[in-house]
């Protein structure tokens, strides 16, 4: 057998992970578990933690992580927040503006405050009080707007509020992330004064360039979609995609904060139906890549121990994730929407934590901030969440709306057919 | 301005690099130029040795060709491919098998022999014989299925010859790639017998997978295409694709033969429109990419000489690289077509050269085989050859079907509307 390049090398661990991971992603789907679920766990038995490491065949092995595949995985991770992105206009995330900021803040505030407490309450010292604080943070919205696309609630209210929120908890999650981090690395003392700045800062970046793809991408995408051919207009959605997200990240934003604004920006222009059509086609090579990776990287040897504390730690940890979100984004959802089952999806919506908690985590390790055993109880906290939102999320609307979740799942996600009885789509303020 | 990862870097690149390929593209399509050519221009404008050096913001520069970039590049060749495949079925193949093989076999004979008597009558030595001869074989018929899929001429039965005589072309390309590069890696001596059996061994098993491809892969995309969604069916063609480019690579062929005998496979399943239509999309990520690197690569520094010998070389060079392809393809084309005009088609679409001629070229100047001036003209001659071949062959259909040709090109190669009159599509026997 020949030996093969990096990028074969990658095409074969891509190969095996989208396919296993959408047919997975069918087969939970057909059971009614979110098919983003069933990715994971396909990366999870796959990955080079498990199944993985004995897939050789001649002394190849085939699943490998390489950078190619890592790159895959997080524009995948752009993608997804951009189609988001394309689901709301600049004019409806005004509307909801309000809710979603205050939601979006309280969601930052309150689990911050119950990580570090429960750190200081246990005696684990000021640095792993705020690793857990920032841990706790930010919500990945990744798997909460594949979960609402599945069912086709991108539009109701409780939908665009979450997604909204999660924009400004994505934004205030890594200005905390900035300054946890540096503090790690570079042992200078926080003060107020500090931490205020560099959040003021973020959304005042983040509000500047939401604006200026707002006025600006629009208006490209119009003029180019004059041509004869779609392509043009394509390369364009997808060249505004990946430079919002280079730029957002040059300015020391996430990335995946410059794709939701330019998506959002996009959303208002003429031929926003072919680049929905267009994005949910692309992110087929890239999208499952990104959830697969994100079970691939969980390591299951580092959960035997025998600290019977460690456990019970762990436990408190799951249970402060899921009411610090239910608490402080649920709670002022259920006020804003005027709907106690609204606040309640809203809740569970906002509970997955995701890339932004790995980082915290990974960077702490790294630095000799946390133990080994904090660490893992971290990443376990994110997976778990992870794997229960969607589940409180897509059960809250099976509860409520039975027959009408029967057929948006039926149809795979798209809009029901005329005959059956319809029910309001959009958000009347 | 923070510091940004490989893989920000490499979507900056990519954006770059798609955007102004394609809108280059459409300008040089308005202007009735192969709007490939425009895509590789940009390339050309915007690559390292160019443009591109200039384009520093802050120190950090925009067009980076780094690992991930030029996996698209790797990945944009492996869809052309595909997509070519998925335009022809099996059965389609055999159909032209003979008239493919015939052609594909002189098309690699002539030039191989031309060039390295060439090098003989110069007395530049056998090595560098070899080296001229083996970059002159493979034709790169990347751009010439998209200038045929461009026209609407696919399905066309010249068009048959040359995609089916480019793959007999490339397999024994690459086999004496194979056995050019060892030779000059090792310095064993090349053995009559030896070269047959790579050939006869390269042929056999691009038999096998082609056989075994058909026989596998409409099979599991027929079951898979049952599900309610699209999502299993298009993970499934591009696990295909994937799947197939590293088994051929794996056996020791060109990853882009396994690609285009899974696209052949695939052509036969019930879904194949669907399937064409999702590959059309995804490759809008990545084949402009690979057409921006081919144009980014070329180094017009390597020129500059004051050598007469290197001008006059370099001239005999494309004149020989065009005439050996019009020879050993276009003549042996007219004679099984029955048509001087289609002879001559297939010739102009086999002119271009690509990858192989590249690797040839890079692997000798690496072991010192052959000068650099020696080299300066190869990739030279692959450039003017990639150029020219597009212009001829879209030229020989303006000449012959102006209407037509009118028609195909105002809709962007998309079926002809009804009250056009038609013409025949498919190819009777």
């Known amino acids: 057998m020949a030996e093969l390049g990096n990028v074969l090398q990658a095409i074969v661990t891509i190969c095996i992970l989208v396919f296993s991971a959408k047919i997975l992603g069918e087969v939970f789907s057909w059971r009614k578990i979110p098919s983003v679920l069933g990715e994971m766990v396909a990366g999870m038995i796959l990955g080079p933690y498990a199944i993985g490491q004995f897939l050789v065949i001649n002394g190849f092995q085939l699943i490998q992580i390489n950078e190619i595949v890592g790159a895959f995985g997080e524009i995948g991770g752009i993608l997804i927040l ?243 979100k239910m608490v402080g984004c649920g709670l002022p959802a259920a006020f804003f929407l005027k709907s106690r089952s609204k606040g309640f999806k809203v809740g569970y919506g906002m509970i997955s934590r995701g890339e932004v908690g790995l980082i915290v985590a990974g960077v702490a390790i790294g630095a000799g901030a946390i133990s080994q055993s904090l660490y893992a109880a971290i990443l376990g906290m994110i997976l778990i969440t992870t794997i229960i939102a969607p589940l409180l999320l897509r059960k809250s609307y099976v509860d409520e709306l039975p027959g009408e979740e029967e057929v948006a799942y039926e149809t795979g996600g798209r809009d029901p057919p005329d005959f059956i009885p319809t029910y309001p789509l959009h958000f009347e303020e």
Do not use: H
């Not at 604006?211 to 390369?235: C, H, Q, W, Y």
């Not at 060249?239 to 604004?261: E, K, P, R, T, Y």
């Not at 208002?268 to 890549?289: G, H």
């Not at 969980?298 to 762990?314: E, H, P, V």
């Open 82 to 324: 951009f189609a988001a992105g394309l689901e709301m206009t600049f004019q409806d995330f005004r509307k909801v503006g309000k809710a979603g900021f205050v939601i979006g803040t309280l969601g930052v505030i309150v689990p911050f405050v119950m990580g570090y407490g429960l750190a200081m309450l246990l005696n684990y010292g000021t640095i792993a009080g705020l690793v857990v604080g920032a841990s706790l943070v930010a919500t990945s919205i990744s798997i909460t707007s594949l979960v609402l696309m599945e069912i086709n609630k991108t539009r109701a209210p409780e939908a665009r509020v979450m997604v909204s929120a999660a924009v400004v908890d994505d934004v205030l999650g890594l200005a905390i992330l900035g300054v946890i981090v540096s503090f790690i690395t570079s042992s200078t003392a926080i003060t107020a004064l500090g931490v205020v700045e560099v959040i003021a800062w973020s959304l005042a970046l983040w509000l500047g360039i939401t604006v200026l793809f707002a006025i600006v991408l629009p208006r490209i995408i119009n003029f180019i979609s004059k041509g004869k051919t779609d392509e043009p207009m394509e390369a364009a959605a997808t060249a505004a995609c990946f430079g919002a997200s280079a730029l957002a990240a040059a300015l020391g934003l996430s990335a995946i904060v410059g794709a939701f604004a330019a998506g959002m920006a996009i959303a208002s222009s003429r031929t926003i139906e072919k680049i929905r059509e267009y994005i949910k086609k692309i992110s087929t090579v890239f999208s499952p890549v990104f959830f697969a990776l994100a079970g691939a990287q969980f390591n299951i040897q580092s959960f035997i121990t025998t600290d019977w504390m460690f456990y019970l730690f762990f436990i408190i940890l799951v249970v402060v994730a899921i009411l610090s």
